[in-house]
């Protein structure tokens, strides 16, 4: 059997003499390092929560997004959402809210605020955004109904007048013909809905309204929806892709469906935590006072931008709070353990120099802390601690066998010092491996948090000695005996037994393992009552928005034209909701567009100069009007006797007309006030419909649209002015949070042109490099212990039982996390280096004070009984100081659990998991297997012998 290596033993020796002989020294040392270090980070650690810069710049997809920004700016805007049914009550809280950031913009803080767009440009040209063949449809239909718009405009009589047009347009002599029976069907339509109004208002049901009922009886050319929205003086409605910002209203604003929106772009500074902190909490102030002004109205606030901020503030407060709890856990566990207070405090005063050497390490080598990096002092809280229990309780266990303070630090310095040795080592070989992957933001946290561990070590081995000789030559404390681990007596006694019973429960849970799976949905990672998250769900959850987009650039013009046919090909529908290019707002056919509206203008005007109507007269005639109505009912009362009499079923329609007819004549003679009500009914519902022709009458002559006459946001948006490239928009037909969503889109895009980039290409590309990267840094981190253990021990069968416990307990993990509700995620997947890494130190402390126990026997000549060593390794100070550091890493990470953020949450649910479950595998795995080598080992010398 190799025995230890006494090169190593000496070395640890050396150092060790060398510490205790001069303690005030070399805690002097440490003391004035660790202030240096904390000072020299002070002044020169910079924050860089860029998260473009957690990718490398060599990597092709980051190359794109990058040149793409540089190109077009950052488009990452904040969305203040204001939810109305109100139009007007939304535009209102819109220009507010402007101009409250208005001093902002002034003051640096905000680089632009759009709440609506300039389009004085285009409004007129509007007519030449529509869809040609809507045009081409609206033109057919006007044609069809000419007569119609004929006797609308050239009707000088009022309501009179237009019920003569009326019964003009319902003469038939004989049998009808196709046209003839269109247009008698079309005026029986006009006539119900505007016989039903005027009796309404002479009975004083809608005293001087009907402006809804006589527009809708103007003619289904006038209802057509979108045909609707330019008479009401909306050309943009529906002209302008909804997933553009949302939807610009005829004035400009943003709206879509009962949210209106605000776009601000904040000032952001990479340096600082939260990127846009300042800004975002004064646009919070601002939105908060707007919000006392308009209780009732639902204002928040959220974008790509606020959402990382509020990650960030949330992780920071729940990093900060649970590295204070941990620190206290921690201490007070040591505490109870150890029942003592002095030394776990001392170990936290040495754990502070091992911290503040580091943050110096970490500023001088790196630089800078990224969004991932910023967790490595939790980690060490933890991990740093563990190294220190293993000295103090073999120092304590050594104490108690009667050696004097000097000997029994130079023997934990030694023999726990071997053990911590290792243990940081393959620690930190396991942090170290991520710098062999690809991903920039996770090999920094990994050579960060691997640096740590050593440093943590060392002052751990050495300078916690130092400390505690020059406390404890002073006044040694009462000794007293830490907590023994003597339920472990019957775990060694009774190993078949014990094995069997624990190896069927982990086999029986193997279907677990079916059941793992990885959540790449960011958002839901976030704090579920962050104003910011919840309103990114409603903006999400309505499937006709959405704010992320991939982008195409291209060269020129004809390139552009072929790519917008490309993205709208049929096969993408269900993939590609919509495109949006200059093309939205400056077509390339617009002469041929022109004509189209104007071939629109002359059917609208049907030989009329202009489109407009012809003057009220001054005074409404009862007389006039009862006269032709009496007309209009003896032609349909004929009309109905002859259909009677030819027994045709469509009679019965000719009925409803007849008895509108006799009710509005009626109350025209019961009521007073008949005159007065019907005038006017007449002026407001001519005066709407005048107001409708009069509007729409400038959209009829379009010019031609240049690009220099949009708004200059719509223009920067569209094309590069350093380049002059334009750009393509693409939006997701599916919510793209999820991550099968997410694939289909980006592999759809990329199949058009794998040049595509935008928000999605890169955090797609992003998460993909980090769950590869996770997974080569979990199989480096565990060959690298290999390695490193089969170093140490430099024996197949120590290296294979040091193993166990990490290699059993990841198995227990997996089997486990669906059993408690936790995935895989961004945000907890760096926990498996970590258990990798301090899994690996029960088994290795155990290993060494097994083999420490054989060798020490074999020297002295001594035998021991069956079970007995494996029995003393549990029991004594080692058994002890892996349980308790396994307890501390579980508790100190665990108190990630209280984080709001539930990416955080997870991580500290993870790594609970996974420390438990590597005890777990010490306790109940490799101290069975010990006893049995024992028992192997000794009947092989027997037989020997």
């Given amino acids: 059997m190799p025995r230890p290596d006494p090169l190593i033993d000496r070395i640890l020796n050396s150092i060790a003499t060398c510490v205790v002989a001069k303690p005030k020294v070399w805690v002097s040392i440490a003391i004035f390092a660790a202030i240096l270090s904390g000072v020299y980070a002070f002044l020169f650690l910079e924050m860089d929560t860029d998260q473009n810069d957690l990718v490398s710049n060599e990597l092709e997809y980051n190359k794109r997004y990058l040149s793409y920004l540089e190109e077009f700016g950052d488009q990452e805007h904040l969305f203040v959402v204001i939810q109305t049914d109100d139009i007007d009550l939304g535009k209102k809280i819109a220009r507010e809210v402007s101009d409250k950031i208005k001093p902002l913009i002034e003051a640096g803080d905000v680089e632009e605020c759009l709440y609506r767009l300039d389009l004085s440009g285009i409004d007129k040209n509007s007519l030449l955004l529509l869809d040609p063949q809507l045009v081409e449809a609206l033109t057919t239909e006007a044609i069809a109904q000419r007569e119609v718009l ?3 405009l050239a009707n000088d009589q009022g309501l009179t007048g237009f019920i003569s047009a009326i019964h003009s347009l319902m003469k038939v002599e004989g049998a009808p013909n196709e046209q003839e029976a269109s247009k008698f069907e079309l005026g029986l339509n006009l006539l119900n809905q505007l016989l039903e109004a005027m009796r309404d208002a002479v009975k004083g049901k809608s005293p001087g309204s009907a402006q809804g009922e006589s527009s809708e009886g103007l003619s289904s050319l006038l209802q057509n929806p979108q045909f609707q929205s330019l008479l009401q003086r909306d050309p943009w409605k529906d002209l302008i892709d909804p997933n553009f910002l949302i939807q610009a209203s005829a004035d400009g604003y943003f709206f879509f469906g009962d949210l209106c929106f605000v776009m601000i772009m904040p000032s952001k500074d990479y340096e600082t935590l939260e990127v846009i902190r300042e800004p975002l909490r004064k646009i919070r102030e601002i939105l908060a006072s707007v919000r006392t002004q308009y209780p009732d109205v639902p204002i928040g606030l959220t974008g790509r931008p606020v959402l990382q901020a509020d990650e960030m503030m949330t992780t920071e407060k729940d990093m900060t709070l649970a590295s204070i709890i941990a620190l206290g856990a921690v201490l007070l566990l040591f505490m109870l353990f150890f029942k003592a207070v002095r030394r776990p405090i001392l170990t936290g005063c040495v754990l502070l120099i091992g911290l503040g050497i580091t943050f110096g390490l970490v500023t001088l080598f790196v630089g800078h802390l990224n969004l991932l990096s910023m967790v490595f002092a939790v980690m060490l809280v933890s991990l740093g601690t563990d190294f220190g229990v293993h000295i103090i309780a073999r120092y304590q266990e050594e104490l108690a066998s009667g050696k004097s303070i000097y000997d029994a630090l130079l023997a934990a310095q030694v023999h726990a010092g071997r053990s911590n040795l290792t243990g940081a080592t393959t620690t930190a070989a396991a942090f170290y491996t991520t710098l062999l992957i690809d991903f920039k933001g996770l090999a920094e946290l990994g050579f960060i948090a691997g640096t740590g561990v050593l440093v943590c070590m060392l002052v751990m081995n050495f300078i916690l000695p130092a400390v505690v000789l020059l406390v404890d030559q002073r006044a040694l404390p009462k000794q007293l005996a830490p907590i023994k681990m003597s339920f472990l007596k019957p775990v060694c006694q009774n190993p078949v037994d014990i094995l069997g019973f624990f190896i069927a429960m982990i086999l029986l849970g193997v279907g677990g393992l079916w059941s793992v799976r990885f959540n790449s949905n960011l958002l839901e990672l976030q704090a579920e009552d962050l104003d910011s998250v919840q309103y990114e769900k409603i903006i999400t959850q309505n499937e006709g928005i959405k704010t992320w ?10 390139s552009l034209k072929k790519l917008v046919a490309e993205l709208k090909k049929p096969e993408y529908a269900s993939v590609i909701q919509s495109v949006e290019t200059v093309f939205d707002t400056v077509p390339l056919d617009q002469e041929a567009r022109k004509a189209k509206v104007e071939n629109l203008a002359t059917a609208l005007r049907a030989g009329q100069e202009k489109l407009s109507l012809q003057p009220l007269p001054k005074e409404l005639s009862l007389e006039d009007l009862s006269l032709a109505l009496e007309d209009l009912l003896d032609r349909l009362e004929g009309y109905l006797s002859g259909a009677l009499r030819a027994g045709q079923k469509e009679a019965q329609v000719l009925e409803r007309p007849i008895d509108l007819i006799d009710e509005l004549m009626e109350a025209m003679e019961e009521e007073a006030q008949a005159q007065e009500r019907l005038r006017q009914f007449e002026k407001n519902g001519f005066e709407w419909i005048s107001g409708i022709l009069s509007g729409l009458t400038p959209f009829l002559t379009p010019t031609q649209i240049q690009f220099e006459d949009l708004d200059p946001f719509l223009r920067q948006r569209l094309k590069s002015e350093n380049s002059g490239r334009y750009i393509a928009y693409a939006y997701p037909a599916k919510d793209i949070w999820q991550e099968d969503h997410m694939e289909e889109f980006i592999r759809v895009t990329e199949s058009i042109d794998p040049e595509v980039t935008g928000v999605p290409a890169q955090v797609f590309h992003s998460t993909l490099a980090m769950k590869h990267g996770f997974l080569l840094a979990a199989l480096y981190s565990l060959i690298a212990v290999v390695i490193l253990i ?5 024996n197949v069968l120590y290296t294979v039982l040091a193993l166990i416990p990490v290699v059993v307990g990841m198995f227990i993990t997996l089997e486990w996390m669906p059993r408690v509700g936790l995935d895989f995620n961004l945000a907890n997947f760096f926990a498996i280096p970590i258990i990798i890494g301090t899994g690996i130190n029960g088994g290795v402390h155990f290993i060494h004070r097994y083999r420490e126990l054989t060798e ?10 069956v079970w007995l060593r494996a029995t003393q390794v549990a029991t004594s100070s080692t058994g002890t100081s892996v349980v308790l550091s396994e307890l501390i890493t579980a508790v100190a990470l665990g108190m990630l659990l209280i984080a709001h953020h539930k990416g955080m949450a997870s991580l500290g649910g993870l790594l609970v998991l996974g420390c438990l479950s590597c005890l777990f ?25």
């Fill in 856 to 865: 020490s026997q074999k020297a002295n000549g001594e035998k021991s009984s």
């Fill in 150 to 152: 004929q006797a609308l």
């Fill in 921 to 945: 595998a010490s306790l109940f795995i490799l101290l069975p297997l010990l006893s049995l080598l024992q028992k192997y080992q000794e009947s092989k010398n027997e037989n020997l012998s």
């Fill in 549 to 558: 987009y991939a982008t195409y650039l291209v060269d020129d013009l004809e």
């Fill in 790 to 794: 089969g170093f140490d021990f430099k």
